[in-house]
Structure formats: structure tokens, C-alpha cells
């Protein structure tokens, strides 16, 4: 799709602000209500919801990529395994966010080294890395706040440094290597961002739910494929830490000799994958453990992102146990923030 026909099919999706996902939401300009004091260690529905204007999209080699923007707004940066809340800053303007993915598939490609430089008239108004996200009704992305210039047409450079420590597999392999640079148009005003719909969710706030995944934008969320979608045999699925991790035993050669044991990360609610985590998996089979390791991660066309091990097959009656040894790194939007960050072994038997 280039950016022409893009545009003129989103046209009227992006200036309703979403209106289709959220409901009937107000148009709002006071502050953000205050951080629940007694938030769930778990996924939680937010105190507010907001929509978004998205502005342009492009493709360049092995990736397209769109910017939105909304209100600016809070959220949270992960280190090991504390979350750090950014606060609005008086500067801020409007809260950036980019979306990459593969333009034959769909595919969402996180761990991109991604950055941004806005730009008008040719000068300089910020340029940064911006953070990997995790949003629930957008799901994987980039973002952050930034300041901007007043009224204008910006354009956003948006650096792509291409993937890290994912093996690209299937029709995949050796695609996503190469960094690039796309430009994409911005056009921000004060009176436009004060159009996004926005609503105060009292009724709702801290409720163990999700908002639901946007459906009026026309570019892929990240949403994990089902298990039944998924090639291969359903070990099963395990949770901890409020993440589903659907487990499966897939024989293809493209993962080489053996069984490609499979965990698909993904969060409760929406299904959105969950990247950039450590995961170690051990197997063990009548007293012997023929499996102990970490887990590498993949981008493969069928299974997605996903983290995998070749293991000498598996048998009725195994026992596979999941152990997350770092929590996701990537910094979460309001109701992410308190989830994702204490994880207990996960144990399953093979049927």
C-alpha cells in the first residue's frame, strides 16, 4: 500500500480519534486523573482512555512504518525488574508514537533500535531514541513525549537500526539487518490534538480488564496469533506474572534437526505479544533432564516473535518447566505498568 491510497483509507478513522474502539468518548482538556494508590500487581483497566491522530505511514526496504500522536501522558520505564514513572514535563506537547512492521505480512518488529528526529523548515526541534512500548489498545510500539514548535507540518525521521538479537527464520531470514531511515509527515496543532477524544473511566479504573485493541487504524497491533493459528502441537498454555506463554512443538526445517520447542509470550485480555524478556526452559523425561537452556528469540513469519530451543523431541508424559529470567524490558503505558515484572517457574506436562 503506498502512502496515497494509506491515507486516504485512514483519513477519516484517524481524525475520529479512535471513536470506533473507545465508544462515546468526550473531548476533554483538564489533567489526567492520579494514579490509583491501590493498583493490582496484574493487568488493569485505566483511569482514562485516550485516542490518538495518526498522520502518515511510508515503507523503505524490509519496513513500513506510521506515526500517531495524542495527548502527552505518562508512562513507565523498566530496568530489571522496577518500573519508573515519567511524569508529564510542562514542555511536553503530544505523546509520539511510531509503529514498524513487515509490509508483506503484517508482522510487528520489535527490538528495532528505533529513533526520531523532528524536524521543521529543515531545523532541528528534537531528535532522541525512543522508548520500546507496550500499550492495550495499541499494543507493541515506539513513543515518548516530546516538545514541539507550535502549529506546523513536521517531518519525523524515523531511524530504523534494525533488529537485535532475534533470529530472522523462514521466509524471514536475513531480512530486518539493514538500518533505514523513513520519513514521515507530522502535521500538530493545538486545536488538532484538542479533537482526539478522551475519556475519565471512575467506573472502570483498577478493574482486573483491558481496554480493547484498536480496530480504525489500518496497520497491524501485534496481536500473538491464537494457539490455534500457531503451526505445530499445543503443548499448552502456562501463565505467571498476568502473561500467557502458549507453548508449541514445531517440526520444520527451517529451525533445523529436532523439535523447535516454541513460547509465545503474549499479555491477558488483548493477546498482545510481550517482547524483549529472558526465558529459560528445561525438559525432563523419566528422571533425566534432556533440556536445560536458554531460550533465543525469533522472527518467524507463522509463529511471530516468538522465544524457541531445538530439543530431541518431545514425549507423552515430559515435563517442560518455564522459568522467566528478566522481565520484559519495554516501558508500558497506565494499566501495564504494575504487570509483567514477577514471574514464578511454569510447569507443563506433555500430553
Known sequence: MNRRTFLGATAGAASAGLAGCFGLLETQTAGQPPVLSDRPDAVYYPTHVEGMKMTDMATSGDYAAAVMYSYPHRFWTVTGDEASKHAIRDRDDAH???????????????????SIAVTNDGETVTEEV?????????????????????????????????????????????????????????????????????????????????????????????????????????????????????VQAVEADRFGSGTHLAVSPRTPYNGMLIPRLGLEASVDRDGRTV????????????????????????????ELTLR?????????????????????????SVA
Do not use: C
Request: net charge negative; aromatic share 8%; hydrophobic share 40%.
Open 130 to 246: 525512543i522508548y520500546p512500548m507496550l500499550s492495550q489498545p495499541m499494543g507493541f510500539h515506539y513513543g515518548a513525549n516530546f516538545a514541539l514548535d507550535g502549529t506546523a507540518n513536521y517531518t519525523v525521521g524515523v531511524g530504523i537500526g534494525g533488529l537485535s538479537g532475534v533470529e530472522t527464520v523462514g521466509a524471514f531470514d536475513g531480512r530486518f539487518a539493514e538500518s533505514t531511515t523513513i520519513d514521515l509527515e507530522l502535521s500538530y496543532s493545538e486545536a488538532g490534538k484538542q479533537e482526539i477524544r478522551y475519556e475519565n473511566t471512575p467506573d472502570r479504573a483498577g478493574d482486573l480488564a483491558a481496554v480493547e485493541p484498536m480496530s480504525t487504524m489500518e496497520m497491524p497491533l501485534g496481536i500473538a496469533p491464537t494457539a490455534d493459528e500457531l503451526p505445530g502441537q499445543t503443548v499448552g498454555t502456562a501463565s505467571s506474572g498476568d502473561a500467557q506463554f502458549v
Open 324 to 348: 522467566v529470567t528478566t522481565p520484559p524490558q519495554v516501558a508500558r503505558h497506565e494499566g501495564y505498568e504494575t504487570a509483567f515484572l514477577s514471574f514464578e517457574p511454569m510447569t507443563l
Open 96 to 114: 509520539v508514537m511510531v509503529s514498524i512492521w513487515d509490509p508483506e505480512t503484517g508482522t510487528v518488529v520489535p527490538d528495532a533500535g528505533v
Open 291 to 318: 533440556l536445560d537452556d536458554a531460550l533465543g528469540a525469533f522472527l518467524d513469519p507463522e509463529l511471530g516473535y516468538h522465544y524457541g530451543a531445538t530439543v530431541d523431541g518431545l514425549e507423552s508424559g515430559d
